[in-house]
């Protein structure tokens, strides 16, 4: 999995999971070449790898027993971590066609990954119990359509999909689009409470944590929800609820296309082409959870931006692990964190090989991308609740 050698690190991923999906352990060799996947040798294996184009080797025992060696000794910064059984995954997304796309489906469908869609009626049944991880799509938990009014309020999009949230809702029970989504993200935080893993990109991020602490109290302008927002309701905002982010400002006008202060898409002054993140360094035998989501054949990242770019990093708590950043321009891209007996990772912007996707860009072909950096990280989230749980070393 390195940059020399591999020529589709996407479509590695696919093979690794295909494997374990077959019963057969893989052993994922953190910080070894990139970061390479040790598998059984099979005939059906070589035979899938060269269909789906993905470089391998094949080695001897004796030669697998060296480098599990060399990768063992107390002067590496590496680990073998074994990959016991293909998680099931479900994405959080509107059942119809949207205006933009989703790099974590996309990622997917070009790995080969099978994935199944929810939304909020399968999330309020509390059908997530069936799946090991969840991704959140490019979504506003909030109630407020994505804060696309001022642009987009004539749009026929923009009409249809308000339409279809707020008959969804209704249907659901509920006289506001913005009670349903709040109780869809109380219905996910009790999910990885619970012991779920959940990945959230773009501005599923911030507004997630935005509902959670606004749990109560009404953020929406008229224009949203048919009601004026709570006098003074920044005040009512309880950060102890959140996931990841605290001390921050909502942005109360409806015309402004923003959430709050978290993001720093408006705060940044960076040429493109000196737009990059870096990823962090961990100890792989004492910190394997973070080396294994930064697994990667660079340590610098292509930065790109969303309506949710990145993270302001004075608003994120101290218990949240921060994975990839931008120190110069004080921002952090990729965070991780505990909650209860699971994980979220958060992940900011919104494709990783579209510098600044807009409504209506034509989707990314990832055949034109396939040793991406940026969308392996998001495949190493795929992979991390495969991973079977080590002792912690004493």
């Keep these: 999995m390195d ?17 374990l999906l077959q019963n057969v352990k893989v052993k994922w060799l953190l910080n070894y070449r990139g970061g390479s996947f040790l598998l059984p040798d099979a005939e059906t294996f070589r035979r899938e790898c060269q269909i789906r184009g993905v470089s391998f080797e094949v080695i001897s025992d004796s030669n697998t027993q060296q480098i599990l060696e060399e990768i063992e000794s107390p002067s590496q910064n590496m680990e073998a971590i074994d990959l016991e059984k ?14 933009w796309d989703d790099a974590v489906t996309m990622v997917l469908e070009y ?30 938990f909030t109630g407020q359509f994505g804060k696309f009014y001022r642009s987009f309020r004539t749009a026929s999009w923009y009409i249809e999909e308000k ?33 779920g893993f959940m990945f959230a990109m773009c501005s599923a991020t911030d507004s997630f944590d935005i509902a959670l602490s606004a749990e109560g109290v009404d953020i929406c302008e008229p224009m949203f929800d048919g009601d004026a ?5 920044q005040s009512k905002i309880d950060y102890n ?27 940044r002054d960076i040429p493109k082409e000196l737009d990059y993140f870096s990823l962090m360094d961990f100890s792989a035998k004492w910190d394997p959870i973070p ?13 790109f931006m969303g309506q949710t770019t990145s993270f302001t990093r004075e608003e994120i708590k101290s218990n949240v692990l921060v994975l990839g950043e931008n120190r110069a321009n004080g921002e952090a891209k990729y965070i991780h964190g505990i909650k209860g ?6 992940y900011g912007g919104h494709d990783p090989e579209d510098y600044q996707h807009r409504v209506g860009d034509p989707k990314t072909e990832l055949e034109l991308h396939p040793t991406s950096p940026g969308y392996r990280l998001i495949l190493n989230n795929i992979l991390f609740p495969a991973a079977k749980k080590k002792k912690q070393k004493t």
Excluded: C
């Design 291 to 303: 080396t294994m989501l930064n697994q990667n054949h660079t340590a610098l990242v292509k930065g």
């Design 86 to 99: 293909a998680p099931k995954i479900a994405v959080y997304t509107p059942k119809g066609k949207l205006p």
């Design 241 to 267: 609820k959140t996931f990841a982010f605290k001390d921050y400002i909502l942005e109360r006008s409806p015309m402004v296309y923003e959430f709050s202060s978290i993001d720093m898409t408006n705060k």
């Design 341 to 346: 007996k699971g994980f979220f990772t958060f």
């Design 111 to 140: 790995a080969e990954i099978p994935y199944e869609k929810v939304y909020d009626e399968e999330v309020l049944n509390d059908e997530l119990i069936l799946y090991d991880w969840l991704h959140l799509h490019h979504e506003d």
């Design 163 to 195: 339409k279809e949230a707020e008959a969804l809702a209704e249907k659901l029970g509920y006289a506001k689009v913005s009670e349903a989504k709040r109780d869809v993200a109380l219905k996910i935080r009790n999910y990885v409470l619970g012991g």
């Design 229 to 233: 927002s709570e006098p003074n309701y």
């Design 3 to 19: 940059a020399e050698s591999q020529e589709n690190h996407l479509k590695a991923y696919g093979i690794t999971y295909w494997v």
